[in-house]
């Protein structure tokens, strides 16, 4: 077996996934997801647009992510998905996440997670990718 580590998500059914985001993420499926795609509470604030306080109240109060935050998260677990398949190697992936990219206007493709257009731009950019077209 190589190194690429087969990516563990939910079923991907967009029935199943507007569900899911509907019925809200707990803060213990939000932690692990954090620690396996290496975000901290601040990115995940500044891309969910609220404090981190306010994530923070949802792990004292126990409560599931409201529906806007839940499918964001998910959106943005889909990218981090699909990345890792089209690099192979997690690390690989999270490395190009981190590394500012001509392609994508000399940012970093993490710096563009906060907007639905950004998390588009990332997503393409991977197609390209996975297909060998290098702008």
Avoid: C
Avoid at 106 to 134: A, N, W
């Amino acid at each position: 077996m190589s190194k690429h580590k087969k990516y563990e998500t939910f079923d991907e059914d967009e029935i199943n996934l507007a569900n899911r985001a509907r019925d809200g993420l707990s803060y213990n499926y939000f932690t692990t997801l954090s620690e396996r795609i290496q975000l901290s509470v601040q990115e995940w604030a500044d891309y969910l647009h609220i404090s981190e306080r306010t994530i923070q109240r949802y792990k004292k109060e126990g409560k599931t992510f409201d529906p806007i935050y839940s499918e964001k998260i998910i959106i943005i677990e889909l990218l981090y998905k699909k990345g890792i398949d089209v690099f192979g190697i997690e690390e690989n992936f999270y490395t190009w996440m981190d590394t500012k990219s001509i392609a994508l206007g000399g940012v970093k493709p993490k710096d563009l997670l906060d907007t639905s257009f950004g998390i588009t731009m990332v997503y393409d950019e991977l197609g390209r990718i996975e297909h060998g077209i290098f702008a």
